[in-house]
Protein backbone atom coordinates (compact mmCIF):
# COMPACT_ATOMS: atom_id res chain seq x y z
CA UNK A 1 0.00 0.00 0.00
CA UNK A 2 2.93 2.44 0.63
CA UNK A 3 3.95 2.05 -2.82
CA UNK A 4 0.33 2.71 -4.13
CA UNK A 5 0.24 5.61 -1.77
CA UNK A 6 3.73 6.74 -3.05
CA UNK A 7 2.56 6.82 -6.85
CA UNK A 8 -0.51 8.88 -5.82
CA UNK A 9 1.41 11.55 -4.48
CA UNK A 10 4.02 11.89 -6.54
CA UNK A 11 1.11 12.03 -9.60
CA UNK A 12 -0.63 14.64 -7.26
CA UNK A 13 2.56 16.80 -6.86
CA UNK A 14 3.49 16.53 -10.80
CA UNK A 15 -0.07 17.43 -12.00
CA UNK A 16 0.07 20.05 -9.76
CA UNK A 17 2.36 22.43 -11.90
CA UNK A 18 0.48 25.31 -13.02
CA UNK A 19 2.06 25.35 -16.71
CA UNK A 20 -0.25 28.73 -17.30
CA UNK A 21 0.55 29.98 -14.18
CA UNK A 22 4.40 29.99 -14.31
CA UNK A 23 4.57 30.21 -18.31
CA UNK A 24 2.78 33.98 -18.02
CA UNK A 25 4.81 34.85 -14.90
CA UNK A 26 8.11 33.64 -16.40
CA UNK A 27 7.52 35.28 -20.29
CA UNK A 28 5.56 37.44 -19.47
CA UNK A 29 5.46 38.62 -15.82
CA UNK A 30 1.84 38.18 -15.98
CA UNK A 31 -0.41 36.09 -13.14
CA UNK A 32 -3.47 34.66 -15.98
CA UNK A 33 -5.65 34.28 -12.73
CA UNK A 34 -5.97 38.31 -12.81
CA UNK A 35 -7.17 38.16 -16.35
CA UNK A 36 -9.90 36.90 -18.83
CA UNK A 37 -11.80 34.52 -17.27
CA UNK A 38 -9.64 34.02 -14.23
CA UNK A 39 -9.27 30.44 -14.76
CA UNK A 40 -5.37 28.56 -14.96
CA UNK A 41 -5.39 26.77 -17.39
CA UNK A 42 -3.88 26.98 -21.26
CA UNK A 43 -7.09 27.87 -22.49
CA UNK A 44 -7.13 31.28 -20.83
CA UNK A 45 -3.43 31.61 -21.63
CA UNK A 46 -4.20 31.26 -25.06
CA UNK A 47 -6.87 34.33 -24.58
CA UNK A 48 -4.65 36.26 -22.53
CA UNK A 49 -0.82 35.99 -23.60
CA UNK A 50 -1.04 34.80 -26.76
CA UNK A 51 -0.35 31.24 -28.89
CA UNK A 52 3.79 30.58 -27.16
CA UNK A 53 2.20 31.12 -23.41
CA UNK A 54 -0.47 28.69 -24.79
CA UNK A 55 1.42 26.36 -26.44
CA UNK A 56 3.78 25.93 -23.58
CA UNK A 57 0.96 25.46 -20.85
CA UNK A 58 -0.79 22.91 -22.92
CA UNK A 59 2.42 20.67 -23.39
CA UNK A 60 3.07 21.03 -19.93
CA UNK A 61 -0.30 20.16 -18.81
CA UNK A 62 -0.31 16.96 -21.46
CA UNK A 63 3.10 16.15 -20.14
CA UNK A 64 2.00 16.25 -16.38
CA UNK A 65 -1.00 13.25 -17.40
CA UNK A 66 1.46 11.00 -19.41
CA UNK A 67 4.46 11.41 -16.78
CA UNK A 68 1.28 10.38 -13.85
CA UNK A 69 -0.18 7.73 -16.07
CA UNK A 70 2.47 6.06 -17.73
CA UNK A 71 5.91 6.49 -16.19
CA UNK A 72 5.48 7.09 -12.32
CA UNK A 73 3.38 3.67 -11.77
CA UNK A 74 6.71 1.84 -13.49
CA UNK A 75 9.20 3.84 -11.63
CA UNK A 76 7.94 2.88 -8.18
CA UNK A 77 6.96 -0.51 -9.27
CA UNK A 78 3.20 -2.32 -9.11
CA UNK A 79 4.71 -5.86 -8.02
CA UNK A 80 4.23 -5.43 -4.37
CA UNK A 81 0.70 -3.70 -4.86
CA UNK A 82 -2.42 -5.64 -3.34
CA UNK A 83 -3.63 -7.13 -6.51
CA UNK A 84 -7.22 -6.75 -5.26
CA UNK A 85 -8.36 -10.19 -7.41
CA UNK A 86 -7.41 -8.45 -10.82
CA UNK A 87 -5.01 -10.08 -13.49
CA UNK A 88 -1.86 -8.45 -13.67
CA UNK A 89 -3.14 -6.17 -16.64
CA UNK A 90 -6.08 -5.31 -15.08
CA UNK A 91 -4.17 -4.15 -12.18
CA UNK A 92 -2.14 -2.07 -13.86
CA UNK A 93 -4.76 -0.55 -16.02
CA UNK A 94 -6.27 0.70 -12.55
CA UNK A 95 -3.27 1.75 -11.01
CA UNK A 96 -2.48 3.72 -14.00
CA UNK A 97 -5.84 5.39 -14.26
CA UNK A 98 -5.29 6.23 -10.27
CA UNK A 99 -2.10 7.74 -10.57
CA UNK A 100 -4.18 9.99 -13.66
CA UNK A 101 -6.43 10.81 -11.27
CA UNK A 102 -4.20 12.48 -8.84
CA UNK A 103 -2.54 14.38 -11.39
CA UNK A 104 -5.73 15.35 -12.69
CA UNK A 105 -6.66 16.25 -9.05
CA UNK A 106 -3.38 17.99 -8.72
CA UNK A 107 -3.65 20.32 -11.36
CA UNK A 108 -6.96 21.21 -10.47
CA UNK A 109 -6.50 22.10 -6.72
CA UNK A 110 -2.38 23.01 -7.43
CA UNK A 111 -0.63 23.02 -3.57
CA UNK A 112 1.99 25.70 -5.64
CA UNK A 113 -0.73 28.13 -6.64
CA UNK A 114 -3.05 28.40 -3.45
CA UNK A 115 -4.86 25.45 -4.59
CA UNK A 116 -6.28 27.80 -7.48
CA UNK A 117 -6.05 25.48 -10.97
CA UNK A 118 -7.61 24.68 -14.61
CA UNK A 119 -9.88 22.13 -15.15
CA UNK A 120 -8.17 19.52 -16.04
CA UNK A 121 -8.74 18.72 -20.10
CA UNK A 122 -5.14 18.49 -21.07
CA UNK A 123 -4.06 16.68 -18.26
CA UNK A 124 -6.58 14.11 -18.71
CA UNK A 125 -6.17 13.98 -22.05
CA UNK A 126 -2.52 13.31 -21.52
CA UNK A 127 -3.55 10.48 -19.02
CA UNK A 128 -5.64 8.80 -21.81
CA UNK A 129 -2.93 8.93 -24.05
CA UNK A 130 -0.70 7.45 -21.75
CA UNK A 131 -3.46 4.15 -20.78
CA UNK A 132 -5.10 4.61 -24.44
CA UNK A 133 -3.51 6.39 -26.88
CA UNK A 134 -5.92 4.80 -30.03
CA UNK A 135 -9.24 5.76 -28.13
CA UNK A 136 -7.75 9.30 -27.13
CA UNK A 137 -6.90 10.09 -31.21
CA UNK A 138 -10.62 9.48 -31.91
CA UNK A 139 -11.51 11.58 -28.93
CA UNK A 140 -8.94 14.29 -30.08
CA UNK A 141 -10.31 13.72 -33.57
CA UNK A 142 -14.13 14.74 -32.47
CA UNK A 143 -12.46 17.68 -30.44
CA UNK A 144 -10.63 19.37 -32.95
CA UNK A 145 -13.95 18.74 -35.57
CA UNK A 146 -16.40 20.29 -33.15
CA UNK A 147 -13.49 23.25 -32.40
CA UNK A 148 -13.30 23.86 -35.94
CA UNK A 149 -17.06 23.78 -36.49
CA UNK A 150 -18.74 25.86 -33.71
CA UNK A 151 -15.46 27.61 -32.30
CA UNK A 152 -16.33 27.28 -28.43
CA UNK A 153 -13.37 25.38 -26.52
CA UNK A 154 -15.52 24.25 -23.63
CA UNK A 155 -18.17 22.39 -26.07
CA UNK A 156 -15.15 20.98 -27.90
CA UNK A 157 -13.94 19.63 -24.34
CA UNK A 158 -17.44 18.73 -23.34
CA UNK A 159 -18.20 16.35 -26.05
CA UNK A 160 -14.53 14.97 -26.52
CA UNK A 161 -15.29 14.02 -22.89
CA UNK A 162 -18.70 12.45 -23.46
CA UNK A 163 -17.15 10.86 -26.80
CA UNK A 164 -14.30 8.92 -25.11
CA UNK A 165 -15.94 6.25 -23.05
CA UNK A 166 -18.79 6.01 -25.65
CA UNK A 167 -15.76 4.98 -28.14
CA UNK A 168 -14.51 2.41 -25.77
CA UNK A 169 -17.65 0.91 -24.85
CA UNK A 170 -18.16 0.89 -29.16
CA UNK A 171 -14.39 -0.50 -29.66
CA UNK A 172 -14.34 -2.78 -26.38
CA UNK A 173 -11.11 -1.79 -25.70
CA UNK A 174 -9.72 -2.55 -22.27
CA UNK A 175 -12.91 -1.80 -20.60
CA UNK A 176 -15.55 -0.11 -20.49
CA UNK A 177 -14.07 3.55 -18.60
CA UNK A 178 -17.04 5.47 -17.06
CA UNK A 179 -17.16 9.17 -17.68
CA UNK A 180 -15.09 11.07 -14.79
CA UNK A 181 -17.60 13.81 -13.57
CA UNK A 182 -15.40 16.16 -12.22
CA UNK A 183 -14.33 17.55 -15.67
CA UNK A 184 -17.85 18.11 -16.67
CA UNK A 185 -18.21 19.70 -12.99
CA UNK A 186 -15.16 21.79 -13.29
CA UNK A 187 -17.08 22.92 -17.06
CA UNK A 188 -20.40 23.66 -15.33
CA UNK A 189 -20.17 27.83 -15.80
CA UNK A 190 -19.15 26.92 -19.69
CA UNK A 191 -22.39 24.73 -19.78
CA UNK A 192 -24.07 27.63 -18.73
CA UNK A 193 -22.67 30.27 -20.50
CA UNK A 194 -23.58 27.94 -23.79
CA UNK A 195 -27.13 27.25 -22.74
CA UNK A 196 -27.44 31.19 -22.26
CA UNK A 197 -25.63 31.70 -25.63
CA UNK A 198 -22.83 33.88 -24.12
CA UNK A 199 -20.09 31.40 -24.10
CA UNK A 200 -17.19 32.80 -25.98
CA UNK A 201 -15.92 31.80 -29.27
CA UNK A 202 -12.72 31.42 -31.55
CA UNK A 203 -13.27 34.21 -33.71
CA UNK A 204 -9.86 33.57 -35.67
CA UNK A 205 -7.72 29.97 -36.01
CA UNK A 206 -4.16 32.23 -36.41
CA UNK A 207 -2.33 32.75 -33.69
CA UNK A 208 -3.25 34.43 -30.65
CA UNK A 209 -1.59 37.51 -29.88
CA UNK A 210 -3.30 37.61 -25.99
CA UNK A 211 -5.96 40.03 -24.90
CA UNK A 212 -2.80 41.98 -23.21
CA UNK A 213 -0.31 43.64 -25.91
CA UNK A 214 3.04 43.64 -25.39
CA UNK A 215 2.86 47.46 -25.03
CA UNK A 216 0.75 46.70 -21.67
CA UNK A 217 3.33 43.63 -20.53
Not at 36 to 59: D, E, H, Q
Not at 124 to 140: D, E, F, K, S, Y
Not at 177 to 186: E, F, Q, T, V
Request: aromatic share 8%.
Amino acid sequence: MLHLLLILVLSYLIGAIPGSLWSGKLIYGVDVREHGSGNAGATNAFRVLGWKAGVIATVVDLGKGITAAGVIPYLIGMGVIPHWGLVPWELQTVVCLAAGVAAIVGHMFPIYARFEGGKGVNTAAGVLVAVTPVTTLIAIGIFLAVLIVFRYVSLASITAAVAFPSTVAIRRYLFDIGLDPSLLLAHRGNIRRLLNGTESRISSFRPARGMIGKDEL
